[in-house]
């Protein structure tokens, strides 16, 4: 019983797609933030839930610890097999089952990344709107209950996800939910999957909610003085109901990023990237109403566009925010904060975080889903410096501190991973997490799922 | 260890808070569906989270069942304490605890009723939108995952819960999420417990979303030819994109109900009644919009009003549904069924259902919340006549296979409790089911909290 005897067995079904190649290996044990490299035993490539189910069940028999991998864009290292064992790559099983374009939902397998399901989606007027900025794995998305730049309008991956298919530490495949709008028959297994990370199971497949292409869209960008003027004025439009798609607030130091990244000369002033959709009359009717409030709060250079090459281009200069960090001081890590607090208290949150990162020497972005009141500050950080690492941790831990004193959250969309497992006992308290664990030992006994991510061993 | 000796240990702390009268148990052991009178050991009004937590540590020291109480609006018999034990009434919980306006939240104790919440926060222009029809205590309503008429624009109350406080088992009390507007902290404990009906704890605080009252709202009725025609109507509305704020159909027969239960004169036939909602411009777009679709379905009458009491008194008849039954054949029960399937399906389920229940001889209104899916049949039927509610249940069983063969569910919003129990393994399978009982296990362990509902004692 060990992870050696588990790819003995799992060597026969698998053949060429189980891997123990030091190539393979290590590319499922980078990541994208500043967590060590950290090798699997080996790499599987399934194909089918059936192969999936029989992979738990010799891992269950061999008590071998199992952690899925989409696409590798967490930001929190929650694909790193910190207790080795299996990394299971779900990119052979990225095919769209189904749509159903009169019920809006579609059919899935976790592999599939939002993009090419987006792609697959083109003919039929229907889109999957979530949009987290990486081109992330669908299973993946909804395993950390992703969210993004469209979550003010659309919900996260748990607004969005119907039912799956998943498989139980133990081989046993389980449905959770229909392709109904909504149930009332018994407990939300699907909204426990997702979000847990695959430590409660592995999702094999997906039913998902798609919403109609807009009549019209238009996207619009606006300075401000400080972030606290863009902040406040980010309150008042949520607060009078505008239903924004996207409002997203870039600080002084990300436009810096953005313009040595991408070869702009957007002025180095904060500013906020918009959306709008609805029909051609209520788009104009929003931008003018946003425009209005902008106005009070100071904001210049309010710009919109109905044209989708300028829209496309906007959004892609945004998504493209945590590679664009690494402009601003090539070598470094991204450190990514998450926090995220109701929205009467965001200007408090973001200018306390920037001035604190003013104060400790952090060069940091921020940019910010800023209509949830949530944002991140891009610290840069050389893992290998172990005081510039403390001094980004220790003003990591100060936010995390400052948005539970805000009645917020320590984690809006990246998820707990590895990095946030410190965490979790001053958010949830000590009993809420015992009956996490309780949740945990009931579906997976031998704690095999993605052992060691979101629940601390002990209460601290 | 018994449920007498759980009633002496409670009886000094709770005093005349505590009751074992025959009234009173009688009041707590009654339904508004067709099951029989239950009565529990003794009713409890607790006042504080502080007496739930103490109730449950006694009460799971001596082994006795609970159940918590809200208004004894449910439609399948959730509040009945089928193992006696104490039914633990909420109803002096009933407090605003706080109004944050500018969050558009607001923190509640769980007895408080959804009338009584929006008379309280009219001065602040918001409101909470889910709205089951019965005036029913917002404990309940997240419970049940309790939805109705809005939920095609709002969702049901796992979208509108933002957090809660629980009282566990064994007395212990957590609290589920925060305030922020979204959060990926670990397993959302908030999700698993909507829903649950009181098996996995009792709920003592709640933490809801608010919306902003409309710019604009206007209802409407239309009437059509048949039921199949009226639903026609509904799926291309929906697949069109109209932000529908309520799209509700309503048979001949309820026609008739309300006729005779609020002296109306309404047309024999089956109609839709609507609302939009936004601003002015947008809300005459939307009625003109549907209107022209309406038309392609042989929609006459078609009548808008922006008149407060016009659309008020629409929709007290509608949700004066389940009293008007009554007036069909007055001194018969209520058995409402509850499926929800993929829009698409619509039409086949409601023409099926009405074509059956004219076959089989049942005297049955149809109503629905169509935009979702989600449609009733209130089936007249005395439940001391064994024949014809053999027939009724043999029915309701009937629309419940053709739910789950059309890719949908058996309850859409009124829950499980004891009626739906024995679909349970037909909709999730016996594995999904055996998860589901495994987090009952490892949350109540002793299997206290509302026993009997939900899950069948055995795979069947």
């Known amino acids: 019983m060990s992870i050696a005897s588990a790819i003995d067995a799992l060597t026969p079904i698998f053949g060429d797609r189980l891997s ?26 399934p194909e089918t839930t059936q192969e999936v189910s029989e992979l738990m069940r010799l891992c269950h028999a061999h008590s071998c610890p199992v952690v899925a991998f989409g696409t590798g864009t967490s930001l929190e290292g929650h694909h790193l097999a910190v207790q080795g064992g299996i990394s299971l790559d779900m990119s052979r099983m990225n095919k769209v089952l189904q749509v159903n374009a009169e019920d809006l939902d579609v059919v899935i397998q976790p592999g599939l990344t ?30 950390t209950r992703a969210s993004g730049t469209t979550a003010v309008k659309f ?61 019209a869209v238009s996207a619009a960008t606006c300075r401000f003085a400080s972030v606290e003027d863009a902040v406040n004025c980010v309150i008042t439009t949520i607060q009078t109901g505008i239903p924004m798609a996207r409002i997203e607030l870039v600080d ?46 100071g904001g210049t250079g309010f710009n919109w566009t109905d044209r989708a090459e300028e829209r496309n281009e906007l959004w892609k200069m945004r998504h493209n925010g945590h590679y664009a960090n690494n402009a601003l001081n090539p070598g470094k890590k991204t450190l990514a904060t998450d926090v995220c607090v109701p929205i009467s208290q965001l200007a408090e949150a973001v200018t306390t975080a920037q001035r604190r990162s003013r104060e400790l020497g952090i060069t940091c972005t921020i940019v910010g889903h800023v209509g949830d009141g949530n944002f991140h500050c891009g610290c840069r950080v050389d893992p290998t410096d172990a005081e510039e690492l403390a001094r980004v941790t220790g003003f990591a831990e100060e936010l995390a501190d400052m948005a539970l004193r805000l009645h917020g959250t320590v984690t809006g969309e990246h998820g ?7 965490y979790m006992q001053k ?14 030992l009931a579906l ?7 052992p060691g991510k979101i629940l601390p061993a002990t209460n601290q």
């Not at 939002?114 to 990486?134: C, M, Q, S, W």
């Not at 449905?175 to 909204?191: E, M």
């Not at 707990?416 to 410190?422: A, D, E, S, W, Y």
């Open 155 to 215: 919900g996260t991956m748990k607004d969005n996800v119907l039912a799956l298919e998943v498989v139980l530490a133990d081989g046993r495949v389980i449905r959770t939910g229909t392709r109904a709008r909504k149930s009332s028959a018994g407990y939300d297994l699907t909204r426990l999957i997702v979000g847990s990370e695959g430590t409660l199971g592995i999702i094999t497949e997906l039913t998902l909610r798609l919403q109609g292409q807009p009549e």
């Open 427 to 440: 958010e949830h308290g000590p009993d809420a997490l015992d009956a996490m664990r309780a949740i945990k």
């Open 114 to 143: 939002r993009e090419e399901l987006n792609v697959d989606l083109r003919a039929t007027g229907l889109y999957f709107p979530i949009d987290p900025g990486a081109n992330a794995s669908l299973g993946g998305m909804a395993a």
């Open 20 to 45: 123990t190649s030091d190539a393979l290996r290590e590319q499922h044990g980078t990541n994208e933030s500043h967590f060590a490299l950290t090798l699997p035993d080996a790499v599987v490539f």
């Open 252 to 297: 002084e130091m990300m436009v810096r990023g953005f313009n040595l990244h991408m070869n702009k000369d957007l002025p180095e002033a904060p500013h906020l990237f918009l959306e709008f959709q609805g029909s051609p009359a209520s788009v104009a009717e929003q931008a003018e109403t946003f425009g209005a409030i902008a106005e009070d709060f």
């Open 444 to 450: 997976d006994p031998k704690n095999i799922l993605n």
């Open 416 to 422: 707990i991973g590895l990095g946030k497992v410190k």
